[in-house]
C-alpha cells in the first residue's frame, strides 16, 4: 500500500532530480552557446523534458507497487 510519505518522497526526488539534471544541461549548453559553440543547443532544447521524464519513471515505478483490482 503506497502512502503520503510515498507520494511526499516521490515528488520532492522527482523535483530534485528533475531540477538538477535540466539545471545543469541549460546552464552547460548556454555556456557553450554564448562562446560561439552550436553545439550547446542540443543541451539545451532537451534540458525541461529530461527532468519531466525522470519525474514519469519515478511515478512509473510508485505505481506498480499499486495493489491489483
Same mark, same amino acid.
Given at each position: =500500500? &503506497?502512502?503520503?510519505?510515498? *507520494?511526499? #518522497?516521490?515528488?520532492?526526488?522527482? !523535483?530534485? *532530480?528533475?531540477? #538538477?539534471?535540466?539545471? =545543469? =544541461?541549460?546552464? *552547460?549548453? =548556454?555556456?557553450?552557446? &554564448?562562446? !560561439?559553440?552550436?553545439? /550547446?543547443?542540443?543541451? *539545451?532544447?532537451? /534540458? ?6 525522470? /519525474? ?14
Amino acid at each position: =500500500m &503506497i502512502t503520503r510519505s510515498d *507520494i511526499l #518522497v516521490l515528488g520532492l526526488t522527482a !523535483g530534485v *532530480i528533475g531540477s #538538477v539534471t535540466g539545471g =545543469m =544541461m541549460l546552464g *552547460i549548453g =548556454m555556456g557553450l552557446v &554564448i562562446q !560561439g559553440a552550436h553545439v /550547446g543547443w542540443l543541451l *539545451i532544447l532537451p /534540458g525541461a523534458p529530461l527532468g519531466g521524464v525522470i /519525474g514519469y519513471l519515478l511515478a512509473k515505478r510508485l505505481a506498480r507497487q499499486l495493489p491489483e483490482r
